[in-house]
């Protein structure tokens, strides 16, 4: 889907809604861009009928979920399968008994385990869209901007309006019967939820993930984040160690110690958040991945708030040295940690030594 589609006409015979469960459909097979999920979250917020959609795919989750023992039976086990009003059973094979079909368990478990992986991924797209949107004000922006297709019951309102403007001698708008529109102009001023109702919103969607696949760790760090925002530093915690304990890829493992650490510093234990941001250093990662480079402001944070000034200066040094395209974001980064600022404040010689040396973070005056 290109950007072109935009400004196209519309073509009255085309459902508004066709693309957006089309991209729902890729999402299936992991083919939908970034762009595409954001267009997805809004006009599912505003649609019935692709809500409706969304939650067929839903419907399919819980089957899953009734079909758990075949994931643990033995491969030539027949096991007892509830069947829908008009269902049949795969290929048509199978005993049906009233309600229900006996299937042998190797049958079906390799087509629930891809589905399952499928179902899981798009809840973990949309769960973690509506968690960035609950704590982001940048990926908020982003969405506002998205041009999302307009829903049935939207444009007949839309055209309605635009037919009694030009019949009281107004100016008809240049896109008038277009079937994309911003998402803010979709929702209002007002447009989306709260914060806090997309974040509730986004975890129940990452639960939903976790309930067909309990080892999809991107999701569980979502969770583990969202609990984290909303203070609940003990669920945090078990999220973020789940993760530790059960994945051995790196970069995954970077992210919840990252994450992990970050919960202790906000709790005020700072040895164990010094501990866990070395361990992440030690990995190596962030030779690898350069977006764990601002491991080094954390590990500031956490030697400045004990007051190990010449560790923090160092790790300072090496934050100021390979992430100089950061320094502007660090600085407002830093500007919002108080519990630093005021440790510094009680260490009149340092602050200066730092204002001396790392203007652009600790300004006497308005600097960088």
């Given at each position: 889907?290109d ?5 196209a006409?519309m073509?009255?015979?085309?459902d508004?809604c ?7 459909s890729?999402m299936?097979?992991g083919e939908?861009?970034p ?5 997805v ?5 505003a649609c ?6 969304l939650?067929?795919i839903?419907a ?11 994931l ?5 086990e027949?096991?007892r ?9 795969a290929g048509g ?8 079909v006996?299937?042998?368990a190797g ?10 992986e499928?179902?899981a991924?798009?809840?973990?797209e ?11 004000p940048?990926?908020?922006?982003i969405?506002?901007?998205?041009p ?18 030009r019949l009281?001698?107004g ?6 019967g ?5 998402a803010?102009?979709l929702?209002g ?8 109702e997309?974040?509730?919103?986004g ?8 309930m067909l696949m ?14 984290h925002v909303c ?7 078990r ?5 530790l ?19 202790y510093?906000?709790?005020?234990d700072l040895?164990?958040a010094?501990?866990?941001?070395l361990q ?8 690898v991945?350069?977006?764990f480079?601002?491991?080094?402001f954390?590990?500031?944070?956490a030697y400045?708030m ?11 040094e ?5 992430l100089p395209?950061?320094r502007?974001?660090i ?7 108080q ?9 009149p010689?340092?602050y200066?030594?730092?204002?001396s040396r790392f ?6 005056q308005?600097?960088?």
């Amino acid at each position: 889907m290109d950007g072109t589609r935009q400004d196209a006409p519309m073509d009255e015979s085309v459902d508004p809604c066709a693309q957006i469960q089309m991209d729902l459909s890729a999402m299936l097979d992991g083919e939908l861009d970034p762009a595409s999920v954001r267009r997805v979250m809004v006009h599912s917020d505003a649609c019935p009928s692709c809500r409706a959609f969304l939650d067929g795919i839903r419907a399919q989750a819980r089957s899953h979920r009734e079909l758990h023992e075949v994931l643990t039976a033995a491969p030539d086990e027949l096991v007892r399968v509830s069947l829908r009003s008009g269902q049949s059973a795969a290929g048509g094979q199978g005993t049906v008994l009233d309600s229900a079909v006996l299937v042998l368990a190797g049958e079906l478990r390799k087509q629930l385990t891809e589905n399952r992986e499928q179902l899981a991924r798009i809840f973990y797209e949309l769960g973690r869209g509506f968690v960035l949107m609950g704590i982001s004000p940048n990926f908020s922006r982003i969405v506002a901007r998205e041009p999302v297709p307009i829903p049935d019951m939207c444009q007949r309102g839309r055209n309605l309006l635009d037919e009694v403007e030009r019949l009281a001698g107004g100016e008809v708008a240049e896109d008038v019967g277009g079937e994309w529109v911003r998402a803010r102009e979709l929702f209002g001023e007002a447009w989306g939820r709260s914060p806090g109702e997309n974040l509730t919103k986004g975890e129940d969607l990452l639960h939903e993930a976790l309930m067909l696949m309990p080892e999809f760790h991107e999701a569980r760090i979502y969770v583990g984040h969202v609990h984290h925002v909303c203070g609940r530093y003990d669920d945090a915690c078990r999220q973020f160690e789940r993760v530790l304990e059960e994945s051995d890829d790196v970069g995954i493992r970077g992210f919840a110690l990252f994450n992990l650490g970050n919960v202790y510093l906000d709790k005020g234990d700072l040895a164990v958040a010094e501990r866990l941001f070395l361990q992440l250093i030690e990995s190596g990662v962030v030779e690898v991945r350069p977006q764990f480079g601002l491991i080094y402001f954390n590990l500031a944070l956490a030697y400045g708030m004990q007051e190990r000034f010449e560790e923090c200066i160092a790790w300072l040094e090496r934050l100021d040295s390979e992430l100089p395209h950061k320094r502007r974001m660090i600085a407002e980064e830093f500007k919002s940690r108080q519990d630093f600022v005021d440790t510094l404040s009680r260490h009149p010689q340092v602050y200066s030594y730092l204002t001396s040396r790392f203007p652009c973070w600790f300004p006497e005056q308005e600097a960088c």
